[in-house]
T-cell receptor
Framework: DGGITQSPKYLFRKEGQNVTLSCEQN?????MYWYRQDPGQGLRLIYY???????QKGDIAEGYSVSREKKESFPLTVTSAQKNPTAFYLC???????????FGDGTRLSIL | QKEVEQDPGPLSVPEGAIVSLNCTYS??????FMWYRQYSRKGPELLMY????GNKEDGRFTAQVDKSSKYISLFIRDSQPSDSATYLC??????????FGRGTSLIVHP
C-alpha cells in the first residue's frame, strides 16, 4: 500500500539534545512538508521541499533543520535551539501543483 | 484577522443529525479548498477537495464553496459516532502552500 510513514510514533528529548524525526513516502510525490500541531493552533508549516536537494523555510523554521537527499525521504531535526519542542509533528506529501496533501500519522515529541 | 477562521467547537450532536461545519477566509486568491478529518493521535485524512464554487457530494459528505462570500462548508448527513473527530478546512491559491483552519471538534453521541 502506498503511503507516508513517520517514525517513531513517540519521542522524548533531553535538554540540549538534537532529535531527528523520520518521514518516508512511497507515493512518488515530488513535494514534502513538515508541520507542527499544537492544541487549538491548527497546522503551522516548518519546512517544505518541492524537489530533491532543495527546501524552503516555512512560518516557524527557527530551531529546526531538514534535508532532502532522496525523493522518498524528508527527515526533520529538532535542534537544542528549539526551546519549546513539545508538539505533534506531521509530515505530508503531494505530487505537486494544486493537488491536495496526504499526511502521515505523526510523531509526538515531548521533553524529558 | 487570521486568513482562515474556523470555530474550534466542540460541536455536539445526536446520532443521525445533519452536521454543518464552516470556515471563512479573507484571501480572495484562494482557489482550492479541502476538508480533512483528524482522529485523535492520527494524521489528517483528506475528505473533500474542490476548486470551484458550488457543491460537491461524496456519500454522506457535501462540500460547499461560496467564493463571493468567502465561505466554505462541509455537511455530514446521518452523522454517526464514528464521525467524531476534528475537521480541518484548508485552502490555497497560486503559492501552492495551503493555509489551514484551527479545526472544529465534532462529537456525535449515540
Amino acid at each position: 500500500d502506498g503511503g507516508i510513514t513517520q517514525s517513531p510514533k513517540y519521542l522524548f528529548r533531553k535538554e540540549g539534545q538534537n532529535v531527528t524525526l523520520s518521514c518516508e513516502q512511497n507515493l512518488n510525490h515530488d513535494a514534502m512538508y513538515w508541520y507542527r500541531q499544537d492544541p487549538g493552533q491548527g497546522l503551522r508549516l516548518i519546512y517544505y521541499s518541492q524537489i530533491v536537494n532543495d527546501f524552503q523555510k516555512g512560518d516557524i523554521a527557527e530551531g529546526y533543520s531538514v534535508s532532502r537527499e532522496k525523493k522518498e525521504s524528508f527527515p526533520l531535526t529538532v535542534t537544542s535551539a528549539q526551546k519549546n519542542p513539545t508538539a505533534f509533528y506531521l509530515c505530508a506529501s503531494r505530487q505537486g501543483g494544486p493537488e491536495p496533501q496526504h499526511f502521515g500519522d505523526g510523531t509526538r515529541l515531548s521533553i524529558l | 484577522q487570521k486568513e482562515v477562521e474556523q470555530d474550534p467547537g466542540p460541536l455536539s450532536v445526536p446520532e443521525g443529525a445533519i452536521v454543518s461545519l464552516n470556515c471563512t477566509y479573507s484571501n480572495s486568491a484562494f482557489q482550492y479548498f479541502m476538508w480533512y478529518r483528524q482522529y485523535s493521535r492520527k494524521g489528517p485524512e483528506l475528505l473533500m477537495y474542490t476548486y470551484s464554487s458550488g457543491n460537491k457530494e461524496d456519500g454522506r459528505f457535501t462540500a460547499q464553496v461560496d467564493k463571493s462570500s468567502k465561505y466554505i462548508s462541509l455537511f455530514i448527513r446521518d452523522s454517526q459516532p464514528s464521525d467524531s473527530a476534528t475537521y480541518l478546512c484548508a485552502m490555497e491559491g497560486g503559492s501552492y502552500i495551503p493555509t489551514f483552519g484551527r479545526g472544529t471538534s465534532l462529537i456525535v453521541h449515540p
